[in-house]
């Protein structure tokens, strides 16, 4: 089965200062790991990605990911903070076999602190 | 990156009535579109896979008669909520891949459903 956790359910930061969401994943095999951003009432926006290779991801808006695999972890970070980050960030795995659907963590609600 | 449409983002029905959100890819073709369901402060949940030409495949507890899912194209997918109750007030958000060889997920605007 495939799970992802964010143990966080809110994260706050001041602007200017790095932040971290973390989110650990269950999946069998290798796994591809999402996180994406959400605004109030709109769809989900992609940030970035890990499938295969550097375990440093780099991403939009000047996130970055982290894909542990002895940790089964796969944290977001960004080094300095912006007010206009404050949002839902959700982490996501698909596995590779199977079927295509995500299965999403609970979500962290970033607030970022002028 | 790719665009997929949603509509309505905002509707407002009375208890009893259906109500039918379009979820539409501007750029790309789809053969399978992905329905969610997100309660407030919580994760998005599936509800059903949409397949172009066959019929959809339900999450288990995910009443099919309620939540008729239409995918007649290969750029659109419909999700119809009939009779619909107040319990069913909730954001419902559509999602595909543009191809086998895309990995990243492009999601809806969203809707927001309330019925009273």
């Known amino acids: 089965a495939q799970s992802v956790a964010q143990p966080e359910d809110q994260v706050n930061v001041a602007e200017g200062n790095p932040l971290t969401v973390k989110c650990t994943y269950s999946v069998s095999g290798n796994p591809y790991l999402f996180w994406y951003v959400q605004y109030p009432n709109r769809g989900l926006q992609f940030l970035l990605k890990y499938i295969t290779g550097d375990n440093l991801v780099k991403g939009s808006y000047g996130f970055e990911a982290e894909f542990n695999k002895s940790q089964t972890s796969f944290h977001l970070k960004k080094p300095s903070a912006l007010v206009s980050d404050s949002a839902l960030y959700f982490c996501?795995?698909?596995?590779?076999?199977?079927?295509?659907?995500?299965?999403f963590g609970t979500g962290t609600r970033l607030t970022v602190i002028p | 990156g790719a665009v997929v449409s949603q509509h309505p983002s905002r509707v407002i029905c009375k208890s009893g009535t259906s109500v039918k959100i379009e979820c539409r890819s501007l750029d790309f073709q789809a053969t399978t579109m992905f329905w969610y369901r997100q309660f407030p402060k919580k994760s998005l949940m599936l509800m059903a896979t949409?397949?172009?030409?066959?019929?959809?495949?339900?999450e288990q507890g995910v009443e099919k008669d309620k939540f008729l899912i239409n995918h007649a194209s290969l750029t659109l997918s419909t999700l119809t909520v009939t009779s619909a109750h107040p319990e069913d007030s909730s954001f419902y958000i559509c999602?595909?891949?543009?191809?086998?060889?895309?990995?990243?997920?492009?999601f809806g605007q969203g809707t927001r459903l309330t019925v009273v």
């Open positions: 949409s397949n172009e030409g066959s019929k959809a495949t339900y």
């Open positions: 999602s595909m891949y543009r191809g086998l060889v895309d990995t990243e997920a492009f």
């Open positions: 996501a795995v698909r596995g590779q076999t199977g079927a295509n659907n995500l299965f």
